[in-house]
């Protein structure tokens, strides 16, 4: 089996500027890379709920660029600025996209995400077609 880099258009800067594949897919099998709530131009969104909807937004556009959907999600991992304090809101962000059969799913406190005004970052592993409908 072969790996295919899946870089949608619209995160062709965060490639050109950072140097990392949104995605690999090898088989049915994709390992997202950390989404986070920045827009199109590269800047944040202010608060968790809006950064974390941008996040699942890029996490939902790369899966359909590598032939999956959310529902495709097996294992999901989320990285937290304030893990106690912003957990509840993420948790209804997250219930929006992946409302039933949920992956696996680890959650972390972090001091510092790539940028100082981020304040989670979601990565995900799929297997393409695994979901139930």
């Known amino acids: 089996m072969k790996r ?34 920045l827009d ?7 608060g968790i709920a809006a950064q974390a ?11 359909a660029v590598a032939g999956a959907s ?7 991992t989320t990285f937290h600025i304030d893990l ?7 948790t209804k962000v997250k219930d929006e996209y992946i409302s039933r059969d949920y992956p696996a799913w680890t ?3 972090v001091t510092q995400l790539a ?3 981020l304040r989670v970052e979601i990565r995900a592993v799929a297997v393409a077609e695994s979901s139930k409908d």
């Not at 909807?53 to 899966?63: C, D, H, N, S, Y």
């Not at 106690?84 to 993420?90: A, C, H, L, Q, Y």
């Open 53 to 63: 909807r941008l996040a699942f937004e890029g996490l939902k556009r790369t899966l």
């Open 115 to 117: 940028l100082a005004e």
């Open 107 to 109: 959650a972390v406190g």
């Open 4 to 37: 295919l880099l899946i870089n949608p258009k619209e995160n062709q800067p965060m490639y050109e500027r950072f140097h990392f594949s949104q995605a690999n897919r090898v088989g049915d099998t994709i390992w997202v890379s950390g989404q986070v709530g």
């Open 84 to 90: 106690r304090g912003e957990m509840e809101e993420f």
């Open 70 to 76: 959310l529902s495709d999600v097996v294992e999901l």
């Open 40 to 46: 199109d131009n590269l800047v944040p969104a202010s």
